[in-house]
């Protein structure tokens, strides 16, 4: 098993140009998360999925779209990077229910010069 | 407005010694999990507490969840080198879909 993958590991983009993240999972769990986590900042909720076809904004979604159009893919995407997303991504995983744990990728590296 | 406060932010310790770290908030939570990061890779979850008072162990570490759920604590007692890395305290809080972050206590044991 897998766990949690993360396309691409790295990525340096100029300012305006668009991109696609992907998250794989091969766990069946329901529940997916994007998050970024930048220095002194923690990790920060971005948009969240909790089942196929549906997904939820969270903390910081501004600048980002997400689709899960299969229970084990989750998508983030970038239409006009800016400075400012300049990040660690990581995506997540749980099963449905109370108190499970999350299960993280190994997380994607954003640079936007 | 950050809704768990962690302390220390950084922690550089020698090998042997013991240490603690905190997670407050103002809010109640219906379960806590503590996570450990290592450099370039994610989160890994240590423990989930979702009694107030309870106190869980595992190995050298003790977590600790406050009676009125609002706070916890994590104690390791004779750190050894393999305990360095971020730790993360998360708090659930209404419909549980949803974790949310405290910034990290980072620790640094030195051999």
């Known amino acids: 098993n897998a766990g949690v993958t993360q396309t691409p590991k790295f990525r340096v983009l ?3 140009q668009s991109m696609t993240l992907l998250c794989a999972q091969d766990m069946n769990h329901e529940y997916m998360y994007w998050y970024r986590q930048d220095p002194g900042m923690g990790l920060r909720l971005i948009h969240y999925s909790v089942g196929e ?25 970038l239409e006009s990077a800016a400075p400012s997303q300049t990040s660690v ?14 299960y993280f990728g190994p997380g994607t590296r954003l640079t936007v010069t | 407005t950050q809704l768990l406060e962690q302390s220390p932010q950084f922690l550089s310790i020698q090998e042997g010694e013991n ?10 939570f219906s379960s ?46 004779a ?27 980072l620790l640094t044991v030195n051999p």
């Open chain 2, 19 to 28: 240490l603690t770290v905190y997670c407050n908030s103002s809010s109640v």
């Open chain 2, 79 to 105: 750190a050894q080198p393999g305990d360095t890395g971020l730790y993360l305290c998360a708090g659930a809080r209404g419909s549980n879909y949803k974790l949310t972050f405290g910034k990290g206590t």
């Open chain 1, 89 to 102: 991504y990581f995506c997540a995983t749980r099963l449905a229910g109370v108190d499970y744990e999350q």
């Open chain 2, 32 to 77: 806590l999990q503590w996570y450990r990061q290592e450099p370039g890779e994610g989160p890994v979850l240590l423990v989930t507490v979702v009694t107030g008072g309870e106190v869980k162990k595992l190995k050298r570490l003790t977590f600790q969840f406050g009676d009125a759920r609002k706070d916890s604590s994590l104690h390791i007692t």
């Open chain 1, 14 to 16: 100029k300012t305006g």
């Open chain 1, 53 to 77: 076809g549906t997904t939820a904004k969270g903390e910081v979604p501004d600048g980002y779209n997400v689709s899960r159009l299969k229970k084990q893919n989750f998508l983030l995407g």
